[in-house]
């Protein structure tokens, strides 16, 4: 959960920022595994991520233009020790309220997200770092014990 709201707090997960070249995030990380769009088209594709694990980053003209986590409820979810140092892998089952609380306790003001809200899904967004967050009811083989409550399924930030 701390990950989770220092990201939403600060649109950044520890040095990893929108704006910094890949180069600098794959010296950080390691090479990430690009999208199967970057190995047709080549490397200058934008808007397809990289990833480590559930750790995703969106490049536009070699710039990381996105950062987002991918959470599947029922399962963990791995990230590179440089996001969760005291381990690679996180529980990835996240009830909305769960998040909005730790986001209230920690101070952190988020809004109704309108345009990614609708249906089955809802969306925030988080102030001043403009984090979005958006929650879904589980999948059909998603190991979850609230059927009917919404768990986040991607916390992300794109500048581009």
């Known amino acids: 959960m701390d ?32 999208h199967p769009a970057h190995m047709m088209k080549g490397p200058d594709i934008d808007g397809y991520p990289y990833s480590w694990g559930g750790l995703q980053l969106v490049t536009t003209r070699r710039v990381v233009s996105g950062i987002g986590i991918r959470l599947r409820p029922g399962s ?8 969760l140092p005291a381990s ?23 809004v109704v997200n309108g345009v990614l809200t609708f249906d089955e899904q809802s969306s925030i967004l988080t102030r001043p770092a403009d984090v979005c967050a958006v929650f879904g009811l589980p999948g059909r083989d998603d190991q979850v014990p609230h059927r009917d409550r919404h768990y986040l399924d991607v916390i992300h930030k794109h500048t581009a």
Do not use: N, Q, Y
């Not at 990950?3 to 180069?23: E, N, Q, W």
């Not at 963990?76 to 996001?83: A, E, F, Q």
């Open 76 to 83: 963990t979810v791995r990230l590179p020790p440089l996001v």
């Open 3 to 34: 990950v989770l709201v220092g990201f939403s707090r600060t649109g950044r997960i520890g040095p990893l920022a929108c704006g910094m070249s890949l180069a600098d995030a794959e010296d950080l990380l390691g090479p990430g595994r690009p």
């Open 88 to 110: 690679e892998s996180l529980e990835a089952t996240v009830l909305r309220e769960e998040l909005l609380a730790a986001l209230d306790r920690a101070g952190c003001r988020h």
